[in-house]
Each structure stands twice: as C-alpha cells, then as structure tokens.
C-alpha cells in the first residue's frame, strides 16, 4: 500500500493542476466574453451617438436650406421715417412708398395672420415695426391666388387687401418694399418666401414673439 502513494499522490497533484487549468481557462474566457460584450456595447453607444450626430447636421443642414432664401432679393431700401406714435385718426405726414415701411404709426398693432377686410396701414406699421412681414395684395387679383397667399399667413406675418395698393402684391418689412404682379395667373411664391425669410424679424424693435391681440 505504501508503494502507491507516491502514484496516488503525483495523479491528485495532476488533477489539482488540470482543475486549476480549467478554471484559468475558464475565467480567461469570462474576462474575454466580457471584454467583447463592453466592446460591442461600446460600439453600439458610440455608432448611437454618430447616428444621432449625422441626422441632427442633416436636420440643420434641411432647415438652413428651406429658410435661407435662394432667390434673387427683388426688394428695394426705403428710407426710414419717424417711429413716433399717433392718435388713431390723427393727420400726419405723408408717407414715402405705397404701402409705407415705417413713419407715424398707432399704438396699438394689428392682429397677424390672414384678414379678409383692409386694415388701416397705421396699425400694420406697428408690427412692421416689430420685426412683422406685410403681404398686401389689391381686391382685383383672382381668389385663387388669395387662397395661394393665405399659405404664408402666420405669427409674424399679416395678409390683407389694399386698395390702396399700386401693384397686385406689396411685400412689407419695416425699411424695405417689394412690389409685383400677378402674371398667367401664377403666384410667385419663392419671391414671397425669399422676402420673409430675409426681412422677418429685423425691425428696430427687437420683439422675436408674436403679438397678442389687436385690432
């Protein structure tokens, strides 16, 4: 019996060693089955992050696109005149352009958006004033084309008839005038979103909200 120690003894260490192997082997494995589960999750949040990257440029890049004009700047300067307030119904200078840009204007601004009726030019200044875009068109053209220009009504835009008006279309900013026609009964409607988004929010009074209320 004692002659099979020796035997006895070298198969136990050869087992401890071969059992201490498969758990070295064993965790090994875990530590690299973990390393590439944190590898790929990393890629995962990483190529996340890029997708989100590349689509925000893309939106920038959309949006930067459909505001910037990209058409030729028909409008013309006009001179700035007072910004003096006035009693509804008070005499005052005459203007510089038709319709006016700026000049003797009421206290109170007119509602933006679509009007079906005239408003009076000095409540409309008031919100030219305000960074507000004009688009004035004469009760002559076709309804048609009104229903066209209801498309561009919005918080910072006001559309009404003139009569007053020399042209068919007159687009407004506080300073600047551009004035067409209507030809082959077609609107020209980049002309119109070229103008707001050049002069939309330039008045001297640097109100970027809309305007509550009014006339």
């Known amino acids: 019996m004692e002659q099979n120690a020796p035997g006895h003894q070298e ?18 494995a875990s530590k690299t089955d973990k390393r590439r589960w944190f ?9 996340g992050w890029i997708l989100v990257a590349v689509g925000a ?10 505001t910037a004009p990209v058409g ?18 008070a005499a005052h200078p ?15 601004t007119a509602r933006t958006g679509f009007r079906d009726s005239a408003v009076p030019d000095e409540h409309i200044i008031h919100n030219l004033e305000h960074g507000n875009i004009w688009i004035s ?23 009404a008839p003139r009569e007053a008006n020399d042209s068919d ?23 119109i979103r070229d103008f707001i988004n050049r002069y939309i929010n330039k008045g001297p009074e640097q109100i970027t909200t809309p305007a509550h209320g009014g006339v």
């Open 137 to 159: 068109y004469h009760p002559r053209i076709p309804q048609e084309i009104v229903e066209s220009l209801k498309t561009f009504a919005g918080p910072k835009v006001i559309i």
């Open 94 to 108: 005459a203007y510089n352009s038709n319709p006016p840009t700026s000049g003797w204007h009421y206290g109170e």
């Open 72 to 89: 030729q700047d028909f409008s013309k300067a006009i001179p700035e005149m007072t910004r003096e307030h006035i009693a509804v119904g």
């Open 11 to 28: 198969g136990k260490e050869a087992y401890e060693r071969k059992k201490e192997e498969r758990l070295k082997a064993k965790t090994a």
């Open 39 to 47: 590898v790929k999750r990393l890629f995962r949040v990483y190529l």
């Open 169 to 191: 279309i007159a687009l407004a900013a506080w300073g600047r005038l551009d004035t067409f026609n209507i030809e082959n009964n077609i609107l020209d409607e980049q002309r």
């Open 57 to 66: 440029a893309y939106a920038i890049t959309n949006y930067i696109q459909g």
